[in-house]
Each structure stands twice: as C-alpha cells, then as structure tokens.
C-alpha cells in the first residue's frame, strides 16, 4: 500500500519532539507499507506571528533519516485566516499528492489539516482516513469546530487514540461509530523502562533525598499548572525535601519563572523542552508523575511514566481514566488545587510495587503502526474503485 500521511503535527527544525506520537507511528508504519508525509506548516509574516503558543518557522529543507517527509508551507494570518486556512492548506496538497500518487490519505489534526487533506483526496477520488488527537476535537471556537465536522462525515475511517474521543465524535460532531477505532498509543520499551532513581538523580544534580514530582508537557494553562504551582505550596512548608521539575515549553514559561522567583518555599526544576532519553532520565529520578490536566485524549506521558515504574496523579478527565486506576496512581479533581495537593501528599507516602507499575503496559508503536495500517486497509477496501 502506498500511504500519503499529512500532519502538521511533525518534527520541525528547532522542535524535534513536535507529534512524537504521529512521528512514533510514522516509523513503524513505514515497515509495513510505502509511506511519506506531507507536512503543512502555516507561514506568518514577522510582523503577524502568533502569540498564544510558542512559533517556529518551519524549514522546507529540513529532513528526517527515519522518514520520507515534505514539508510545504501555505500564507496564513493569526485568527483573520483560521476560516479560509484548510482551503489554503489544500492548495498546497494537490501537487506533492498527484506525484506521490497514494492509494490512500490519512491525516492527523481535523483541522485545518485535514479539511485540506480532504479535498486533496476528493480531487484525487482516494478514500480519506483521519486521526483526532484530543484538543482537535474538543474544539473551542466556532470556526474550526464547524469545519471539522464535514471532515468526520468524509472519512472512511476515524482514529482516535482512546474511547472517550470516540464518544466525543459521536456525540458533538454525529460521526458514524461504524467508521471508528481506537488506537491508543504506544511505548517505546528501549527508552521508558525501570532504571535506578539514584542514578538518574545524580545526573541530573537532583538531591539524593528529595521528594521529586516531575511534569513532562507543554507549559500552558490547560495542563493544570497553577494549581500545580498553588498545590505544591501548600506542601511545601510541611515537605522542605519537595521539589518539583517541569519538563517542557510553551507560552506559561515567563509566568512560571516568575512566580517560583516570588515564593522561596518553592524548588522548581524548569529544563525546558526535552528528547525522549533525557524525559525517562527525569521519570526515573521522580517519586511520581502527574498531569493535572484540564481535558486529555489518550496522554502518552502517563504510559510513559508507569513504564518507568513510576505512579502518576492525575485528572479523570478525557482517556486518564483507561490509563489510571488504583493500582497504579490517583485522580483528582481538575481546577482544584486543594485536592491535587491532597492527591500529591498521599502518592508521596504510599508505598508503590515499581515492578507491577511497569508492567502494565507492553503495547509497542508497532502494535499502534498494525491497527493503523488496518484501518487504512479497511478504508480502501470499501472506496470505489477509481
């Protein structure tokens, strides 16, 4: 089969952890079947670039060893764009897809994304297959909302990386349950596994004693990080060896640095943005992971955690739930800072089986790569022959 894959999400020049994920799946799937990616990438003039998140240009040089991919760009402007962005993301699919000339597309990101990896396939007569990923379809504003919509009625098939997304399809956007599978994500063993706390403390500079909670994600509001902030200095007058790392980037970096500046009771590791090894370094120097997060869809850092033997507190919120359980962490209640610190305080002082923790997952990116593949295989089953 030859697969054309169009995801902005992808690893760009200056973020290489950009749809770690997508870029995961991508290299097993190019074991099974022909494969290239088609990555579209928004390009701002400097006087119009966005500042809810943190932009980098892309490099349409920019290449991959493990990985056939293109990058193309198409002319956008912060909000005054967003209506017309999946037409002009179309515009510039036709080409490259006409000359890699696939038997099917499958796009990741409903929108803006996919509605032009939409009408590229139409053009073409291919059958169309999309992957959600969370926050593409619980979608805020009206816009992009109503856009996605037509993109999940032309699907052939709908990938969501956990069964409250599938849920959420049905019901906010009536896609055909027939058409949807869940993919959850997998784990890459040879990375995020059980190694000695001690180790990875001392290469870190972590103090050997330290009560370390570690967050692994990008620094904005919707991942709970004020009341982790608030939570953590509830406890820190009663737990002096509490620390807290928070590995990742993003638009809240400014706001965090300054508020750990104001209050001396609070130990904060902020390393920035991390490769894989060195986040399964900080998961094996932590005494717990946790994602406070406000909505998730399947959080493939929490699997990495429990992979790492390590428990996790967390919300019950979108896919945590077929994550979390009892026996390998806590949920709490998301925007309350009193009960995660609650949550916190009481993973800190259970005693957790390392062992078992790893073991609950041992689901592996090629197993994510065969169900995709097969869902692929499903959809151009039932297209029409061109």
């Known amino acids: 089969m030859r697969l054309l894959i169009v995801t902005?999400?992808?690893?760009?020049?200056?973020?290489?952890?950009r749809g770690r994920p997508?870029?995961?799946?991508?290299r097993e799937l190019s074991k099974l079947a022909d494969v290239r990616v088609l990555s579209p990438v928004a390009r701002y003039p400097r006087w119009a670039r966005p500042r809810s998140y943190l932009f980098r240009a892309s490099d349409p040089a920019h290449t991959l060893p493990d990985c056939d991919v293109r990058y193309v760009e198409y002319p956008a402007l912060p909000l005054l764009t967003r209506p017309f962005?999946?037409?002009?993301?179309?515009r510039t699919l036709h080409a490259p897809l006409r000359e890699?000339?696939?038997?099917v597309v499958l796009s990741y990101w409903l929108y803006p994304d996919a509605f032009g990896a939409m009408h590229a396939a139409r053009r073409a007569r291919l059958p169309l297959v999309v992957g959600a990923r969370g926050s593409d379809l619980r979608v805020?504003?009206?816009?992009?909302?109503?856009?996605?919509r037509p993109v999940l009625h032309a699907a052939k098939r709908i990938l969501v990386v956990?069964?409250?997304l599938g849920r959420v399809a049905e019901r906010d956007y009536d896609a055909d349950p027939a058409r949807i599978r869940a993919i959850p994500n997998g784990c890459d063993?040879?990375?995020?596994?059980p190694r000695d706390r001690s180790d990875a403390r001392a290469a870190l500079g972590?103090?050997?004693d330290a009560e370390l909670v570690v967050y692994v994600g990008r620094l904005v509001p919707e991942k709970g990080l004020r009341e982790l902030l608030d939570a953590m200095a509830t406890l820190a007058p009663q737990r002096p060896k509490l620390q807290l790392a928070l590995v990742g980037e993003g638009p809240m970096r400014a706001e965090l640095d300054a508020k750990v500046a104001a209050d001396p009771t609070l130990r904060v590791h902020l390393p920035g943005a991390q490769g894989p090894h060195e986040v399964a370094r900080w998961m094996a120097a932590s005494d717990l992971v946790t994602l406070p997060s406000y909505s998730e869809g399947h959080p493939n850092v929490l699997v990495e955690a429990l992979a790492c033997g390590r428990q996790v507190v967390a919300t019950p919120v979108g896919g945590i739930p077929e994550v979390v359980d009892a026996d390998c962490g806590l949920l709490v209640a998301a925007r309350d800072p009193v009960a995660l610190a609650a949550g916190l305080r009481d993973a800190l002082e259970r005693q957790w089986d390392d062992g078992a923790l790893s073991r609950r997952f041992s689901r592996g990116w090629d197993a994510v790569a065969a169900d995709t593949l097969r869902a692929c295989e499903e959809a151009l089953a039932e297209a029409p022959k061109r």
């Open 85 to 90: 962005n999946g037409w002009l993301c179309a």
């Open 162 to 164: 956990s069964e409250d």
């Open 140 to 148: 805020r504003d009206a816009v992009s909302r109503r856009l996605t």
């Open 206 to 208: 972590i103090d050997a």
């Open 189 to 193: 063993a040879t990375i995020f596994h």
């Open 100 to 103: 890699f000339a696939p038997d």
């Open 22 to 26: 997508i870029h995961q799946t991508v």
């Open 8 to 17: 902005s999400q992808f690893p760009i020049a200056g973020e290489p952890n």
